[in-house]
């Protein structure tokens, strides 16, 4: 169960689009539609934001969208505000009613 | 309004135990799959357990087998997460999940709960 790969780091300017990957195996992401993107803000408890690779639940904007190639997911984060500085996680099933997050990745609005 | 208030956290010696709670409302909570995940200080988020509306089901990280147990009591619409031979590394905040969907996503969190395991 190891955990999937993210960069520790992204960064972008107001307006600008960011991506950030989210590396796993066949065994997780590149064996089910069933990767998720969590939003965390200081202190507070993790946000849904895509789920199923690419469906964002009731009232996340459009700017957040997911996608997937083989084992490589990824978010982007178009028209950066400000209030999308925050840490993000990958997610995906891994099989027998198992989940493995990914390490996160600090995104910084410029 | 989906309600998960998290308790039990705490100071404890290793190989200590202790006994987390949720008190879950707003919604059925005995319709709803539940899991803790938990978040070590400055780290990122581990899925520690799953279990199915009616308890029948248990699903645990490898770390923590044998040691937790995750259990609920749908009557009074709270999930437990039972801790023993703490370590460590255990040392988090432990949130409370709601589980929604085939691909056991997290719609809703509690604030969490933090468990220090320290001498």
């Known amino acids: 169960q190891s955990a999937l790969t993210q960069p520790p780091s992204a960064s972008g300017s107001p307006g600008q689009s960011v991506t950030i990957s989210c590396t796993g195996t066949?065994?997780?992401?590149?064996?089910?539609?069933?990767v998720s993107w969590y939003q965390q803000h200081p202190g507070k408890a993790p946000k849904l934001m895509i789920y199923e690779v690419s469906k964002r639940p009731s009232g996340v904007p459009d700017r957040f969208s997911g996608s997937k190639s083989g084992n490589t997911a990824s978010l982007t984060v178009s028209g950066l505000q400000a209030e999308d500085e925050a840490d993000y996680y990958c997610s995906s099933y891994a099989g027998s009613k198992r989940v493995v997050f990914g390490g996160g990745t600090k995104l910084t609005v410029l | 309004e989906v309600q998960l208030v998290e308790s039990g956290g705490g100071l404890v010696q290793p190989g200590g135990s202790l006994r987390l709670s949720c008190a879950a409302s707003?919604?059925?909570?005995?319709?709803?799959?539940m899991s803790w995940v938990r978040q070590a200080p400055g780290k990122g988020l581990e899925w520690v357990a799953n279990?199915?509306?009616?308890?029948?089901?248990?699903y645990y990280v490898d770390s923590v087998k044998g040691r937790f147990t995750i259990s609920r009591d749908n009557a009074k619409n709270s999930l437990y997460l039972q801790m023993n031979s703490l370590r460590a590394e255990d040392t988090a905040v432990y949130y409370c999940a709601r589980v929604w969907g085939w691909g056991y996503y997290f719609d809703y969190w509690g604030q969490g709960t933090l468990v220090t395991v320290s001498s």
């Open positions: 279990i199915k509306q009616d308890g029948s089901e248990k």
């Open positions: 066949s065994s997780d992401v590149g064996g089910y539609n069933y």
């Open positions: 707003g919604f059925t909570f005995s319709s709803y799959w």
